[in-house]
């Protein structure tokens, strides 16, 4: 009987993964970093498969710089949701190449400094997403408001992934020097696999971005009077253009349509309404979804993408959130 090692069938199901977000049909630029971070989870899981379910102990050495590829792949993606310059991601690429230069130096000169070396590149990105993460769901400035929550959701859980992996090889590393390695396959077979479908998962959740041209910044400012006055004009924007059934309106081109910084927008709405643009923004998208549900014959699934929702997970989600009830349960009421 032949045996498939069960991280050859992860490895399948993440290249389908990585085939169904290609062909998804939107209006947006495809996130690179995040669609080679599901190809190099792929690879990575064929080569675990190849070593510990076939013994090719041959691919010991790439391995471990192929795992080092990883965090540095997933914060790049994260970059991209946030940043509006790819200068300054360019910039870096040299930067971010050096984990895995440093694990093929370690795997040639020095071996056993390998799993310390990629316990801290793991940690180590994994709080540098974290950082970027710190605003909420107003970080991902290039994703639509309509997925940003779970796409920073996605994000959170591959930074939580990045950890779980250096904890595992930890844990490897300790049960090695205890001298009772025996734990040590089950733990890679089953641990590392997680981590990878994980990664996958968040990445193809939060793949896709559209990457507007630069826009200028002031610094934000503090005055609530001031706070007022951006909402207004952001309210008056919205309600004159209904910018909010865009589904790929995202903060960056909200702020180019407002003329006014995107940190200010966010500022405004997080300090005066406690709130973030992106509920914001789904505020006015349920607004006009009521006044649809009650006042015309239209179906729930029409309203829907009518008021710039794509999903009916994050429609219902959302409608809830304001209403306290279900589409279904709003049109009853009002009916």
């Known amino acids: 009987m032949i045996f498939i090692p069960l991280p050859f069938v992860v490895a399948l199901l993440l290249l389908i993964l990585f085939a169904t977000v290609l062909r998804r049909d939107e209006e947006v630029a495809l996130n690179l970093p995040f669609l080679a971070l599901i190809l190099v989870s792929a690879l990575q899981s064929v080569l675990s498969g190849l070593r510990w379910g076939y013994g090719v102990q041959g691919v010991g050495l790439a391995a471990p710089v192929i795992a080092a590829v990883v965090p540095p792949l997933a914060y790049a993606g994260v970059f ?81 992934a990045l ?24 733990l890679i077979s089953v641990g590392n696999l997680a981590a990878l479908v994980i990664l996958g998962i968040a990445a193809a959740a939060a793949s896709r971005s559209r990457v507007p041209p630069e826009t200028a910044e002031g610094a934000p400012r503090s005055d609530t009077s001031e706070d007022k006055e951006t909402i207004a004009m952001v309210d008056a924007l919205m309600e004159a253009k209904k910018l909010y059934r865009d589904a790929n309106l995202n903060l960056d081109r909200l702020a180019r349509k407002a003329g006014i910084p995107a940190r200010q927008i966010s500022t405004a709405i997080n300090r005066a309404m406690d709130k973030n643009v992106s509920q914001y923004v789904n505020d006015y998208r349920i607004g006009e979804a009521c006044h649809l549900l009650s006042a015309t014959e239209k179906s729930v699934t029409e ?22 009830m279900t589409p279904v349960a709003w049109r009853q009421r009002r009916g």
């Open 163 to 186: 950890c779980l992996s250096a904890a595992i090889d930890i844990f490897v590393f300790l049960d090695f020097i205890s001298a009772h390695s025996e734990r040590a396959l089950a």
């Open 80 to 160: 991209t949701l946030v940043k509006t310059s790819r200068r300054s991601l360019a910039a870096r690429i040299g930067l971010h190449a050096v984990p895995a230069i440093l694990i093929l130096l370690l795997a040639t000169f020095w071996r056993d400094a390998i799993d310390v070396a990629l316990v801290l590149v793991f940690v180590g990105y994994a709080v540098a997403i974290l950082l970027l993460m710190r605003p909420g769901a107003d970080a991902l400035r290039l994703a639509p408001f309509e997925g940003a929550v779970p796409a920073y959701r996605a994000i959170i859980f591959a930074a939580a």
């Open 303 to 324: 309203v829907m993408f009518e008021v710039g929702f794509q999903t009916k997970s994050n429609f219902n989600r959302e409608f809830r959130r304001v209403t306290g």
